[in-house]
């Protein structure tokens, strides 16, 4: 089914502890967004990529890394993981085309990270 | 800086009692607003777009309207499976247009 992939979906880190979360879209969409979601704040944006080879901050970026691989695929790292970081991370695409209902503005299923 | 609120936080209605969710937003030249639907543990479900103020959005029973500071979120003789988290969003334009999104409203609706 074409949409947004992400992996993991649950993983759980030790303080100190790195890891990467995957994002791929199969939509041909040139633009790319991390989110992260959190009881009571709603979701704020990480980083994004506007098209592929570019990448910018977004509202909390202190702690993140991104790599836009490809126009398909966008990774966010945690050098250092952080109680602070345990959070549900949401991938999302979307299409330059207004014509889209939304110009397919997709999110992924989440991965629910747990940080101790 | 452009906000995004949303009221209730929480709301509980019975089987086919009709009610409304608010969003209002301060955000220099709307250039969309949107709602989406979030079910536990899974990403962001999209419902509908509005551009501009007057534009009204139907899909079953759900209806949403817009006005120049706030939308609406209508539901009309809500069942069980209306229950969910609904979010709405505004476009950032200068942040590669990223959705700038309120704290949502956890709906229950119970037979």
């Known amino acids: 089914n074409a949409g947004v992939t992400q992996t993991p979906k649950f993983q759980v880190l030790k303080t100190g502890q790195s890891m990467t979360l995957q994002c791929a879209q199969d939509m041909n969409h040139n633009s790319m967004y991390w989110y992260r979601q959190d009881p009571g704040m709603g979701l704020r944006l990480i980083y994004y990529?506007?098209?592929?080879?570019?990448?910018d901050k977004g509202e909390v970026p202190n702690g993140y890394n991104v790599s836009r691989l490809n126009k398909r695929e966008f990774s966010l790292r945690l050098e250092s993981a952080a109680p602070s970081q345990t959070s549900v991370y949401f991938c999302?695409?979307?299409?330059?085309?207004?014509?889209?209902?939304?110009?397919?503005?997709?999110f992924g299923s989440g991965t629910r990270l747990t940080v101790v | 800086e452009d906000q995004v609120t949303q009221s209730p936080e929480a709301l509980r209605l019975q089987e086919g009692e009709s009610s409304s969710l608010n969003c209002s937003y301060t955000v220099s030249g709307l250039r969309g607003l949107f709602w989406y639907r979030q079910d536990p543990g899974k990403g962001p479900e999209f419902l509908f777009t509005?551009?501009?103020a007057g534009e009204e959005k139907e899909k079953e029973r759900l209806k949403a309207t817009l006005t120049k500071k706030e939308s609406f979120l209508h539901i009309t003789a809500p069942k069980p499976e209306d229950s969910a988290t609904y979010l709405c969003?505004?476009?950032?334009?200068?942040?590669?247009?990223?959705?700038?999104f309120g704290k949502g409203t956890s709906l229950l609706v119970t037979p």
């Open positions: 509005l551009y501009s």
């Open positions: 990529s506007a098209s592929e080879g570019t990448t």
């Open positions: 969003a505004v476009w950032q334009p200068n942040s590669g247009y990223a959705l700038n």
């Open positions: 999302a695409s979307r299409s330059a085309i207004r014509q889209a209902p939304n110009y397919g503005y997709t």
